[in-house]
């Protein structure tokens, strides 16, 4: 049941690719506006590719999906032009509260340590977040969005990929040197491609439902172990923007999901959750959650990306930040073989970068739903022990798994050059900078993650010796002042440290002192060339 | 890594075997089952090592699949 109407409505359009005696061929063609497609190819586009971006709808805003944005995703939306919106809009929450019963076990606090741009974590209707994407996508000359363009056939060619792409006006041709699928989790290419999507399916049913009511519960996650309210099962709370709660209720493997959804059903759960029935049903649905992923994420010229190519349950807002995080990893490095400047061998990084990233989030995901819907008996014991004793003995608050709210993954890869060198500090070789307070030269504020934007960058404290060579080199000190001294903590900086900064804001490699052919080298090796 | 010590370890092994008995004297199953839950988290915090906890899991099942008695 969905009291919610159509928030947004594009309008197809018919294209000039339509009237071409023989298909078009663009570059990259990315499949599936949903928040993966459209970071994709906002991405892509900021980084002077051509895009054409299909989607099989024309609307935003019908059912709720996503609400939790981490500070990663933050930070790539920021790059990409719409953290802004997305801030002013969404809710802004660090606090996580469990529960068990009417008593709190713990409370936690996801950022503690300030000096960041982006907070821990937004809460914002996905469709909001849309939105503002379909905004940013809207405003670039070389991004074209299709709208009702539904992608039927796929064929692979040399050196690129045929599509056959549905509209009002009938079907068209289209060919692509590189396709991004990003089609979602019932994604039609995967069929296209005969690829399994194999995981495990979880057997609780859970009913998400978005109420609007005028609250004072503080912008917290809380999350109930057998609350008074919903006995034997879970529960969890947590606000968005326009007075709409997000809440999630177990139901046990046996619930009817059709008999559920009914307001005579829902309803009464929810009053008796709320204590009080001023509230409005914005959106309700029962769901069964599954984690399943692609065996591999790049076949041929076709890339998955996002929910097509791994899939994870609620707990842990791991789905459409991991597929945001897929998007620009992708990005950079497709821009960078498209130019030429890297070997195609570069994509196969992605594959196995990614494929790391997903096992850590359907693992995460895997244990956070175990521990939330216990499949035996014994599996319950084990449960209710953990949570009896969180109260008295502090091992086991740490046992307690309402959800390990998404983080982003620090890459072992072969694009980073391993240390030689000891460090401390918060940064790792591998993992996204954090971000830190700086000034630049004109003495203007400017968060350090702004000033490195989406190229490759070394970072450099100097020493008395000359500025390393690189295609872009930002000097501690005199590009950028660390008044606060975050940098210099963070990245356990020292006189002559060199830090060489992946496009996608990662790290790749440092050094105490940098010799400038370890330099180069280190920066041939991040774009996958052989050095 | 250190390795699951299967060599007895306890000067009066007998009085530590009573010491789990006495615990669950007196017990449902139910609740037995409940303590034995517990007492397992707190021992594998206490050991503190994943590989000597997944060395102590496989030993406990192999004793499973010898002891019982309806497994066909
Ligand atoms: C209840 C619930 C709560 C969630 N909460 C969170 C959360 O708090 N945080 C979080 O990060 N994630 C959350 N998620 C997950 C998140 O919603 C998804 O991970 C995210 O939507 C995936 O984005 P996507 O772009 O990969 O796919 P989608 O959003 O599914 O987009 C796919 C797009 O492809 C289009 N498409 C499909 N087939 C074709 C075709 N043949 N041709 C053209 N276009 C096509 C579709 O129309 C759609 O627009 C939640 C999910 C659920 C169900």
Redesign the interface.
Known sequence: MSTRRTLYQFGYRRCPDQDRPSPARHPVVVVGAGPVGLCAAIDLAQRGVPVVLLDDADRIGEGSRGICYAKRTLEILDRLGVAQPCLEKGVTWKIGKVFQGNDLLYAFDLLPEGGHKMPAFINLQQYYLEHALVARAAEMPNLDLRWRNKVVGLSHRNEGVTLTVDTPDGPYDLEAEWVVAADGARSPLRGMLNLSFQGEVFEDRFLIADVKMKGDFPPERWFWFDPPFHEGHSALLHKQPDDVWRIDLQLGPHADAEAEQKPERVLPRLRQMLGHDSFSLEWVSVYRFQCRRLERFVHGRVMFAGDAAHQVSPFGARGANSGIQDAENLAWKLALVIKGAAPESLIDTYDLERSAAADENIGHSTRSTDFIAPRTAQELRFRNAALALARHASFAKRMVNSGRLSMPSTYETPLSTPDRDTWSGSLRLGAPLPDAPMRAQDGRPVWLLEALGGEETILHVPNGDSRPEGSRVLVIGEDLMDEHGHFAERFDATPGSTYLVRPDQHLAARWRQAAPDLVKRASLRLRGVDA | MTALVSESRFPDPDRAYRALIDAHRGLSDQDS??LN??L???LA?HIGDQGVLEEAIALAKQSLERSSPDRS
């Open positions: 089952a409940a839950s517990s397992v988290l707190i915090n």
